[in-house]
């Protein structure tokens, strides 16, 4: 089946206000920056947006920051957006905090219909607090849910019209488990290849988690944080 669709508007005609989106990458590696930037062009409002990071003030989940139409972030890492700081001290901003490892567990049995689970993670600290806990051999738990989107934002290095993913590096934490955890996966790509090109030991993520795929253009490979020796 070719999914190939011809920009990330089409793909996001369905995306409403209120809905919870699934977006990959790693600090600014791996980010979905077409989409996003779709997503600031269509103007939704009122999203959850799961991701390891917020991106930074004019990079990345950022620019959905600025334009307020994130009501509520679940994420591990946001240290560097001095933006999302003000939002969520100002409180116009939710946050839901997870352990890193965490996080990626609860998109992980997302993906594979598992409900919840138990991690001693953040047992005996503020990541526990209204949550279940339980002692397993004399060792003391944490329930967490798992977390599902109404949308997934997946960027790979590879692609093919079939929508099998391929990966590069840092890019690969994140976007292969989110792919399995949303109702439709919209995958952008630097490269889209014919089915056939991709070796099938070195797919990722097989064409059946994704809806819709698409060549992104104009990506900026951003540094984070750039730290260099003092002269």
Known sequence: MDKRISSPDV?????????????????????????????????????????????????????????RQVKKMVSSYVGENKLFEKLVLSGELQVELNPQGTLAERIRAGGAGIPAFYTPTGYGTMVAEGKETREFDGRHFVLERALHGDFAFIKAWKGDYWGNLVYRKTARNFNPMMATAADYVIAEVEELVTPGELPPDHVHTPGVFVNAIFAGANYVKRIEKRTVRKA
Do not use: H, W, Y
């Open 11 to 67: 793909a996001l005609a369905n995306l409403r206000d209120g809905m919870t989106i699934l977006i990959g990458g790693f600090g600014l590696c791996g980010n979905p920056e077409n989409l996003i930037e779709a997503v600031r062009r269509k103007g939704t409002k009122d999203l959850t947006i799961i991701s390891n990071n917020a991106g930074v003030d004019d990079f990345g989940i950022g620019v959905l920051l600025q334009t």
